[in-house]
């Protein structure tokens, strides 16, 4: 379940989170306002909040509900994305603007500028946040526990308190060292060969 959990989170919130960083760089006006205030909203009220608020908020404003999981994914999705969207920002004003006007001149378009030229250097620079972001989410994924999903730690708390032992929370403790050794050993590869081509 927390595998689950942090790969669906993954999958939505990384390209959901590159969409709200450009709309919080919009010269819209009202664009970047309401990205600003979601992602205010988003960074500045607790994870835990979140999901119970995505939980029940829907059946108390409209009538409506929906399964425990979906709303985890939902709640996750929101947050992370949030997150995300104000690294890749980040990465993305760090590129000096002589690379779009050298692209220009060269005459390449916006597009191939984009994904050959500036992409990769934004991937470099953003990274080490990248990952440390990736690593809590593994963290993050027990607190599904919140809402009722039953995941690796509210299973080991039961387990735990039937046998009256601390060795199964133990044990996910060191579930979630491990996820977070292979999510960290991944990055330091990825670094290393993006080192390696420069």
Do not use: C
Request: net charge positive.
């Amino acid at each position: 379940m927390n595998i689950k959990i942090f790969a669906l989170t993954l999958l939505f919130a990384l390209p959901l989170g590159f969409i709200v960083a450009k709309g919080r760089m919009s010269k819209l006006w009202p664009v970047k306002t309401l990205v600003n205030i979601y992602i205010q909203i988003m960074r500045g009220t607790p994870l835990i909040l979140q999901l119970i608020f995505v939980y029940f908020a829907p059946y108390y404003i409209l009538g409506v509900s929906y399964d425990r999981f979906t709303a985890v994914i939902i709640a996750f999705v929101i947050n992370y994305a949030a997150y995300f969207a104000e690294i890749y920002r980040s990465g993305l004003q760090a590129i000096d603007k002589g690379q779009y006007e050298a692209s220009r001149v060269l005459g390449f378009n916006k597009l191939y500028t984009f994904f050959h030229i500036i992409l990769p250097q934004v991937f470099k620079i953003i990274l080490p946040a990248l990952a440390g972001e990736v690593i809590t989410l593994v963290k993050d994924t027990a607190l599904a526990q919140t809402i009722g999903v039953a995941e690796l730690f509210r299973a080991a708390q039961n387990a735990a308190s039937r046998e009256f032992s601390t060795m199964p929370i133990f044990i996910a403790g060191v579930f979630f060292f491990v996820m977070n050794y292979l999510v960290s050993k991944f990055f330091n590869i990825v670094e290393d060969k993006m080192n390696y081509y420069d």
